[in-house]
């Protein structure tokens, strides 16, 4: 039995081979942003990637802004293991960020979350 050949394709900057059926970005990767922020309870921004600021807006409910426009991507957030964190909204280039106690009563507390964007 014969082997195919394997194709290579380089369109505008974009490589993919018929052995690898996905898009690649000229950076070799799949094309993903992943951005970070880490808040701290009284909603000060601790570090991150990508992102520009954070705020308290009320009791357990936090306000992260990020660099671009993140409608278009995926988002989680994780805090302790007594709390949850759960992403309430996303508009523009914040996300809203809600953090509850097993009781769903928000309460304070730091926080991480990521980003997940196609570039």
């Given at each position: 039995m014969r082997a195919s050949p394997i194709v290579a394709v380089?369109?505008?900057g974009v490589f993919a081979t018929s052995a690898s059926a996905q898009p690649r970005a000229p950076d070799q990767t799949l094309g993903m942003a992943l951005m970070s922020a880490s808040v701290g309870?009284?909603?000060?921004?601790?570090?991150?990637?990508?992102?520009?600021?954070?705020?308290?807006v009320s009791?357990?409910?936090?306000?992260?802004?990020?660099?671009?426009?993140?409608?278009?991507?995926?988002?989680?957030?994780?805090t302790s293991a007594s709390r949850f964190a759960r992403i309430v909204s996303?508009?523009?280039?914040?996300?809203?960020?809600?953090?509850?106690?097993?009781?769903s009563t928000n309460a304070d507390n730091p926080f991480t979350m990521l980003v997940f964007c196609t570039q």
């Open positions: 380089a369109v505008a309870a009284n909603g000060s921004l601790i570090r991150g990637g990508g992102v520009v600021s954070s705020a308290k009791a357990g409910t936090y306000d992260v802004t990020f660099s671009r426009n993140i409608e278009g991507c995926v988002a989680v957030a994780n996303h508009t523009g280039n914040v996300i809203r960020v809600r953090v509850a106690d097993g009781q």
